[in-house]
C-alpha cells in the first residue's frame, strides 16, 4: 500500500527534472540561435554609407563595436619601453592641446646632434594614439616654423574623400595635386585623422588600399621580386592586406624632386642597405649636417620594412593579429580598433599563439628592447663623436675632398640608426636584423674615424712644407 506514493512521487520528480532539462537545453538551442544570427549579421545598417563618407562617427552607426575600439585611440598608457605618457599643457591660440607628450630631443639631446640643421631637431615627441596624428602634426614646431608641403598631410589624415574630390574621381590626380600644395592649404581640406573609408571599401566593408604612395610603392617592390604589375587590392590575399593597410603609412619615404611627390623608396628591396642604395642611386639628401656639412638622411617610421624582417612576417602573422587582434562580440568575431601596443593586450595579442604566462610573455619582450637599446646607445655615442671628429678637422682646416669619406660615413651611420631608431617597436619587429644594422652603423662610424686619423700626417707634412718655403701640396 505504502509503495504507491513513493511512486508517484519519483514520477513527479522525473518529470521536474525532464521539464527542467528541457528547459535548459531550449535555452540553450535559442542562445546558439540567436549567437548564429548574430554572425550571420555582422552588423545592422542604420545609415548609409558611400565612397565620401570620411566620418568615423557616421561609420560608428553602423558599426558601434569597431567605433568604440577607435575612440579609445586617445589612450596614453605607457609600456617599460614605448607609449606617449601624458603631460599637461596649457593651450593658445597656436596650439588647442590640453594633454601632449615627452619631447624626445629633450630626454635625448644626442638626436639634436644627430639632426643638426634639420626641423627634428626643434621638435620631436613621443607618438600618441591614432586619434591624436593629425592635431599633433598640426601643431608641432616642425609645421608651425618651418615651411612644409601638403605631401605631409598623407600620412596624418583621412586624405581619400579629399584626394578624389581635388582629382575629379581620380585619386592619383588628386594626390599630385595634395602634394604640391603647402601644408597649411591642404591640411584646410580635411577634418579628421585616419578613418575607416581610408581602410575599408564602404560596399563590402573589405579591406582596401587607398594611399597611391602604397600602390606605386609595393608595385615596385613587387617588380623587382619578378611580378609585375602587381596590385594588393586584386592581387592580394585577405591575411596579407591586413598588414599591408597599415603599410599605407608606417613606412619610410621621401619626398621626390620639385613636385613632392610622396615616394617609397622600395624598387629595390626592403632592408636598409636597398634603400639606402636607392638614395645614393637617385643622389638624394633630407638636409646638409649643420655642423660637418654631410649630406644627411632622415629615416621615418619604418614599421612595416622592418616587420618583414622578422620571424612574425616569416610566420605569416599580419601587423593585425597583435596590433588589433581579433575579439569576441557575442556571437561576432571582430577585429579590436584599439590600435595599441601588444604588451598592453598580451592575452589577446600574443597568447593565441604563445601559450606561456602573461608575464613570462612581457618578460621575453622587454629583454630583447633592453638590448637593443645598449646596441642603440652605443652607436649613436659613436656617432655622436664622429660628428665633433669631422667637425673638428673641419674648423682645422680640413678641405672637402679631406672630410669625404668621413662624411660619407656619417650619412650612412646616421640613417642605418635612425631607421631602427624612428620605427616604434624598440627592437621588437625583428631583433636579429636591428642589432645587425646597428652593427653596420658602428662599422661605418670606424671606418669614418680612420678616414680622419689619414689627415692628420697630411696636415703636418703640409705644414712642414710651408715652413720650409717648399711649396705646399
Given at each position: 500500500m505504502s509503495s504507491q506514493p513513493n511512486s508517484n512521487k519519483r514520477l513527479l520528480i522525473a518529470v521536474a527534472v525532464t521539464a527542467v532539462l528541457a528547459i535548459g537545453v531550449t535555452a540553450l538551442l535559442v542562445n546558439i540561435f540567436e549567437h548564429k544570427q548574430e554572425a550571420r549579421n555582422a552588423f545592422f545598417r542604420v545609415v548609409d554609407l558611400d565612397d565620401n563618407t570620411d566620418d568615423p562617427a557616421t561609420w560608428g552607426k553602423n558599426f558601434p563595436l569597431q567605433y568604440d575600439g577607435y575612440k579609445k585611440t586617445v589612450d596614453m598608457e605607457r609600456t617599460r619601453h614605448g607609449g606617449s605618457g601624458a603631460l599637461p599643457h596649457k593651450p593658445d591660440a597656436k596650439d588647442p592641446r590640453t594633454v601632449t607628450s615627452q619631447s624626445k630631443i629633450e630626454l635625448d639631446p644626442r638626436l639634436v646632434t644627430m639632426w643638426s640643421g634639420y626641423a627634428f631637431a626643434t621638435d620631436f615627441r613621443e607618438e600618441r594614439g591614432h586619434a591624436y596624428m593629425l592635431i599633433d602634426q598640426r601643431t608641432t614646431r616642425r609645421v608651425t616654423e618651418?615651411?612644409?608641403?601638403?605631401?605631409?598631410?598623407?600620412?596624418?589624415?583621412?586624405?581619400?574623400?579629399?584626394?578624389k574630390q581635388a582629382g575629379g574621381g581620380d585619386i592619383f590626380k588628386g594626390f599630385e595635386k595634395m602634394n604640391q600644395m603647402t601644408y597649411t592649404e591642404a591640411t584646410s581640406n580635411v577634418k579628421h585623422p585616419v578613418s575607416c573609408i581610408d581602410c575599408h571599401d564602404p560596399k563590402t566593408m573589405s579591406l582596401r588600399i587607398s594611399r597611391p604612395a602604397f600602390l606605386e610603392g609595393i608595385k615596385a617592390l613587387k617588380a623587382s621580386q619578378g611580378v609585375q604589375n602587381y596590385d594588393p587590392n586584386t592581387m592580394a590575399s585577405a591575411q596579407e592586406m591586413r598588414s599591408y593597410v597599415c603599410g599605407q603609412c608606417h613606412v619610410e619615404y621621401y619626398f621626390k624632386g620639385d613636385e613632392k611627390r610622396l615616394t617609397f623608396p622600395w624598387s629595390k628591396g626592403l632592408q636598409v642597405e636597398n634603400i639606402y642604395d636607392y638614395y645614393t642611386e637617385v643622389d638624394h639628401k633630407d638636409w646638409v649636417h649643420k655642423e660637418t656639412g654631410a649630406p644627411a638622411l632622415k629615416a621615418q617610421h619604418p614599421e612595416f620594412e622592418t616587420y618583414n624582417q622578422g620571424?612574425?612576417?616569416?610566420?605569416?602573422?599580419?601587423?593585425?593579429?597583435?596590433?588589433?587582434?581579433?575579439?569576441?562580440?557575442?556571437?561576432?568575431?571582430?577585429?579590436d580598433h584599439h590600435v595599441r601596443s601588444p604588451m598592453l593586450n598580451i592575452n589577446r595579442a600574443c597568447q593565441g599563439c604563445h601559450r606561456f604566462p602573461e608575464q613570462e610573455m612581457k618578460d621575453r619582450v622587454e629583454q630583447i628592447q633592453s638590448r637593443f637599446l645598449q646596441a642603440r646607445d652605443s652607436a649613436m655615442d659613436a656617432l655622436v663623436d664622429l660628428i665633433a671628429d669631422i667637425k673638428q678637422a673641419k674648423d682645422s682646416g680640413a678641405t672637402d675632398a679631406d672630410l669625404k669619406a668621413a662624411r660619407e660615413a656619417q650619412r650612412k651611420a646616421g640613417f642605418f640608426i635612425d631607421f631602427v631608431e624612428a620605427e616604434n617597436s624598440v627592437g621588437f619587429h625583428a631583433p636579429g636584423e636591428e642589432l645587425r644594422v646597428l652593427t653596420q652603423a658602428i662599422d661605418a662610424i670606424r671606418k669614418g674615424q680612420n678616414s680622419?686619423?689619414?689627415?692628420?700626417?697630411?696636415?703636418?707634412?703640409?705644414?712642414?712644407?710651408?715652413?720650409?718655403?717648399?711649396?705646399?701640396?
Open positions: 618651418f615651411k612644409q608641403p601638403g605631401t605631409c598631410l598623407n600620412c596624418h589624415a583621412s586624405t581619400y574623400v579629399f584626394m620571424v612574425h612576417a616569416r610566420s605569416g602573422v599580419a601587423c593585425a593579429d597583435c596590433h588589433m587582434p581579433y575579439k569576441r562580440e557575442g556571437g561576432m568575431k571582430i577585429s680622419l686619423r689619414a689627415i692628420q700626417p697630411k696636415k703636418a707634412a703640409s705644414t712642414a712644407r710651408r715652413k720650409s718655403g717648399a711649396p705646399a701640396d
